[in-house]
């Protein structure tokens, strides 16, 4: 594997430290960053630009694995992503232009713009006057001479009059006011990226165990909490109380142990195995439940559970015990 640089290895290590595996693009007030650890940059004064360049060399020498990219737009004046569109007339330029629905009266044979229907609240033909009732795709025979039909689309410039099928478009940049056409435009590819497992645990600096327990009941989640915090200063505890928090946290913080509660609100404990098998994540789960089934047992431990413990105070008494064993197996 290719040497990693200082800049890179600090990089990398803090953002690992910070349980971080899942590194996300954002775009927000401040700019396009990364989601998750602003205090970092701040902390290494690392601007933009640089970081990018980091998370590109270190995707080169497979440090990082790039994921879902992002087209984003950015003003060729000052860079910035916050652009938006506006719809240009390609005869006059002018961006008073609107979309508008071609509709024809098949009772008389008129064919026009929308507008040229409009009265009021009502929709009326400006050929023969007459009221037309609701859309239907096709006349109706009982009263075909209230029908309209939708023929097509276009556009309309409010200043010049033309009517055409696709508009020209102009950006527009919300930070410096700057206007520019796609030709002119920076248009930037970005990547996600995710941390692989060996590498979260070949330069993770500290020996804590870093746990994610899932668990709705407030009292066995205060019990599991006292229990371990106060006995084991080296077990990192978080919690979430339901299956959706547990999955984005799993998806993007790196666990040592999952503490998984079998019934959740809203989903189960081996539903949530199933997605942790699917995406094909390592991480020792501990499944717990009320009751002791052998058969719910029998499954966790086919999806890839580790353990199988039926809640009691006695068993969270074990469990510093039992995760401290699982992590040095």
Known sequence: MSVLTDEEKTLLSKIIEKGIKAIKVKVGAEGVTYDGFDDILVEEEYD??????????????KFLLPKEPLKVILCPDCGSPHVYVKYVCPKCQSSNVESTNLIEHPYCGYTGVLKNFTSGSKLLCPNCSTELRSLRSTPQEDDSKKDYLIIGSMFECDDCGNRFERPNFLHICQKCDAEFNYRSSICETLYNYEIPENIIKNLRKTEDILVLLIEDSLE???????????????????????G??????INTKYYDVVLLDYKLPDMSGIDILEKIKEKNIHVLVIMLTGADDREIAVEAMKLGASDFLVKSLETYQKLPVIIKKLVKK
Do not use: P
């Open 220 to 242: 066995d989640a205060e019990i599991i909490n006292k229990t371990i915090t106060k006995k084991e200063k080296d077990i990192k505890l978080e919690s979430v109380n339901s």
């Open 48 to 61: 933009w630009d640089y970081v990018r360049e980091l998370f590109q060399s270190l995707a080169l020498k």
């Open 244 to 249: 959706k928090d547990g999955l984005n946290k």
